[in-house]
C-alpha cells in the first residue's frame, strides 16, 4: 500500500471501492458521459475564440487553459449552437508572458443562453 496525493490508498472503504468500481463500468459502457456538456460548449466556441486570438497575438496563439461552465442541458439541444463573444477581450501581461483572456457564450437557435467557455491564450 502507498501514499498518494496525500492519501493513503490501502484504507479506502470497501464501499467507496465499489462506488468507484461501479462508476468507471457505467463510463466504460457508455452509460455515462460527465463531460458531454462541456465538450459541446467547447467545440461551439473554439473556432470563435482562436481566430480572435489570432488576430489579437502577433505571434501563433497558444491556448493555456479553457473552463465550460452550461448552464443547460446541451446535450438535450438540437438546435444549431452559436458563439458570440461575452466580454471584451483582455490582456494580462504577466514576467514570464502576454496572456489573452476570453469569454465566449454559446446559445441555441432561440438565443438561450446555454453556457460560457473562458479561454487564456498566450503567444
Known sequence: MGIRGGADIGAMKRHDQE???AAA???AAGATDA???ATRLISTAEPLASVLARLQLADEPRLLS???TPLADVARVKDMLRAIPADPLQFLDTDERRELHMTVEVRDGQDN???DVQFVWSA
Do not use: D, N, Y
Open 19 to 21: 462506488r468507484i468500481i
Open 66 to 68: 479553457v473552463t465550460a
Open 113 to 115: 443562453w446555454l453556457g
Open 25 to 27: 463500468l457505467a463510463v
Open 35 to 37: 463531460t458531454g456538456p
